[in-house]
């Protein structure tokens, strides 16, 4: 038996001795390639989610003092949640008023990216003070201290790394 196992042990030693390269310090082996892993690439779309977060936040602060949507807007929100910036506007200019931003605190709690990478769930806390105003700049009463939770969906623009805000839910 031991015969026969020899040549099989002499093989397996002539095999290791040439995979590692003799036994020299250098790497048989090439290492891995830098290219985009599946990792960095969650990385740089989680980055375009916060990034669309952020616009979108800029355009909801110049939508309460201005009461309008701007020509930039599509740049950050559509669908649904376009439409209820849209509403909400017009519906303080109906009644005369705008919101000034006194401060705010928004973060980021959360980024869930879809397993087929063409929508994200992020959910967000705003801590905000905000003064109602006439139209023509006039304080009216005092400010307000808002304290808001939000889920917010956002989709892919086609293969790139842009997202638009689609749906906001506000949350208890």
Not at 126 to 131: L, P, S
Not at 132 to 154: F, K, Q, W
Request: glycine share 6%; with cysteine; charged share 25%.
């Amino acid at each position: 038996m031991m015969k026969l196992l020899r040549p099989l042990l002499i093989a397996f030693l002539v095999a290791i001795a040439v995979g590692c390269d003799g036994g020299n310090e250098e790497s048989a082996t090439t290492p891995p390639p830098t290219a985009t892993t599946p990792e960095s690439g969650q990385v740089a779309l989680k980055r375009a989610v916060r990034s669309t977060l952020t616009a979108n936040r800029r355009l909801s602060v110049y939508v309460l003092w201005n009461n309008r949507i701007p020509s930039w807007a599509e740049r950050s929100t559509r669908g649904p949640a376009l439409a209820g910036l849209r509403t909400a506007a017009s519906d303080r200019r109906e009644r005369g008023i705008r919101v000034r931003l006194l401060s705010d605190r928004f973060q980021v709690a959360s980024i869930r990216l879809d397993p087929s990478y063409t929508k994200a769930t992020a959910i967000a806390r705003g801590r905000q003070r905000v003064r109602p105003h006439r139209l023509d700049g006039t304080p009216i009463g005092r400010s307000v201290e808002l304290n808001e939770g939000a889920r917010i969906e956002l989709r892919r623009l086609g293969r790139t790394n842009r997202f638009v805000v689609w749906r906001v839910e506000l949350l208890d």
